[in-house]
């Protein structure tokens, strides 16, 4: 048996090996630059997302009773809604009473208050 752990290794790039590394060492390098490049577009979109004030819908957000305009990212739809809880899951009533299943909606955007009578 040789111990190879302690001498130095030589390249001189021809060997079947170090071509094999060096090709996966080129993919690896070429996938982390392309994930970076996908994280900056995610948070490109989201910036654009939140500059518009739509958030996405998570489970903690929109609370319940809260009133607030839904829609869909992949449609061109938005209604103005409130999150209630039913006995199966929760869901959006719209305005004129319709009821929408939860998952209908990704993203939602706070109301501003409605406006009040000046005092007379």
């Given at each position: 048996?040789?111990?190879?752990?302690?001498?130095?290794?030589?390249?001189?790039?021809?060997?079947?090996?170090?071509?094999?590394?060096?090709?996966?060492?080129?993919?690896?390098?070429?996938?982390?630059?392309?994930?970076?490049?996908?994280?900056?577009?995610?948070?490109?979109?989201?910036?654009?997302?939140?500059a518009q004030g739509w958030r996405p819908v998570t489970e903690d957000?929109?609370?319940?009773?809260?009133?607030?305009?839904?829609?869909?990212?992949?449609?061109?739809?938005?209604?103005?809604?409130?999150?209630?809880?039913?006995?199966?899951?929760?869901?959006?009533?719209?305005?004129?009473?319709?009821?929408l299943d939860w998952e209908s909606?990704?993203?939602?955007?706070?109301?501003?208050?409605?406006?009040?009578?000046?005092?007379?």
């Amino acid at each position: 048996m040789t111990d190879l752990s302690n001498k130095p290794i030589s390249y001189t790039g021809s060997h079947p090996l170090e071509l094999t590394y060096r090709a996966l060492l080129a993919r690896a390098e070429a996938a982390e630059a392309e994930a970076a490049r996908l994280a900056a577009r995610v948070a490109e979109l989201e910036a654009q997302l939140a500059a518009q004030g739509w958030r996405p819908v998570t489970e903690d957000w929109p609370h319940y009773a809260e009133r607030v305009a839904i829609g869909h990212v992949a449609g061109n739809w938005a209604a103005i809604a409130t999150r209630v809880q039913s006995p199966d899951d929760d869901e959006w009533e719209l305005e004129d009473g319709k009821m929408l299943d939860w998952e209908s909606a990704s993203v939602a955007i706070e109301l501003p208050p409605l406006p009040q009578e000046p005092p007379q």
